[in-house]
């Protein structure tokens, strides 16, 4: 909107307005007044444009944003902490209980005992929020003595961490907000209501899945995976904890509502490359994994917003052709076949086998 008041714009307007039998010349007096009031509104109108764009939803950004999008009721998800599983031996191999609130670390990370599962199974939390707790695994170190304690693992993720929501997430929620509104229970409602729990990255909604007053909601954990069994039995548990549609949990009551977790097809492909000159099998084979695990994570966040999930050969071919030494890709295989496949409405491709031929 101001882009055209730019300091010389200002600056000649200024000088036009002085008379003629005046010297307006560059080192003159009249222009070197002129000039700094000219620098300081060219700044001061960039300044007004910048606030004008933070006052509207689709170009604020940061604060401004979160402050725009709370007048609607639709506050920025901020960071959660992961939830992991530890076990924990004695020297003789034998489960080792530790106590609640014991601290363990792995490399920079650190995990305190919040629950017990089972004889040397616990619940451990990471003191940092964010997906950083989502991400080692193997051995922890006990950050004070623990009597008895010879081996001490981190395995499998229960609850994976979130970062703080992003600005361009927040933005897509204000629109669905505003243009789908969430009320009784309907499609919208389900949506926000499972998607805002902590360790939920989407959500399909089958209404009357089982007939009339029957709400079944798949989901998948935030890291775009397939949610453990205590997620999905602690969103059960938030939405409605007894499947009876007594009202005891979020869900309208009436609505017996069922939480699944989404399941995962493994892909494997395969493919034969044509290499640069140069260039050996080994020094392509981890990028080509890398860029079809990239292209099966891309397809896993699109999940909720599509019917049907379809893994495409021309897309992983394409994938492939952007890995530096490999000038061609051909006969590229999913699963044995040469076609593309087409997933079920609740299935997510999880990354398999990669076989690359030369």
Known sequence: MYEHQTYEAILQRMLDRVPDNVDKRE??????????????????????????????????????????????????????????????????????????????????????????????????????????????????????????????ELTDIIVPGEDEESDESLRQRYYASVNEPAFGGNIADYIRKVNALNGVGGTKVFPAWQGGGTVKCTIVASDWGVPSPSLVEEVQRVIDPDVGGTGFGTAPIGHKVTIAGAASVTIDVAATVTLDSGVMPGQVQEPIEEVVEAYLLGLRKEWAEQERLIVRVALIEAAILTVPGVIDVAGTTIN???????????????????????
């Not at 599962?117 to 616990?122: E, F, N, P, R, T």
């Not at 044995?336 to 030369?358: F, K, R, S, Y």
């Open 27 to 152: 080192g003159s007096v009249i222009y070197n007044a002129c000039a700094p009031a000219a620098w300081e509104l060219a700044g001061m109108y960039a300044e007004l444009d910048i606030n004008r764009n933070l006052s509207f939803a689709d170009t604020a950004s940061g604060e401004y944003l979160t402050r725009r999008c709370a007048e609607f009721g639709v506050n920025r998800t901020p960071a959660t902490k992961a939830r992991r599983r530890g076990t924990f031996r004695d020297s003789a191999g034998n489960p080792c209980d530790v106590p609640i609130g014991s601290r363990f670390s792995i490399g920079d990370i650190d995990y305190v005992a919040i629950g017990k599962i089972a004889a040397g199974v616990y619940e451990l939390e990471c003191e940092q929020a964010g997906t950083i707790g989502n991400q080692l695994f193997g051995p922890l170190l006990p950050i004070d003595y623990i009597s008895g304690l010879a081996r001490a």
């Open 336 to 358: 044995g076949a040469a076609g593309n496949v087409t997933l079920g409405e609740e299935e997510i491709p999880a990354m398999g086998a990669v076989t690359v031929h030369v």
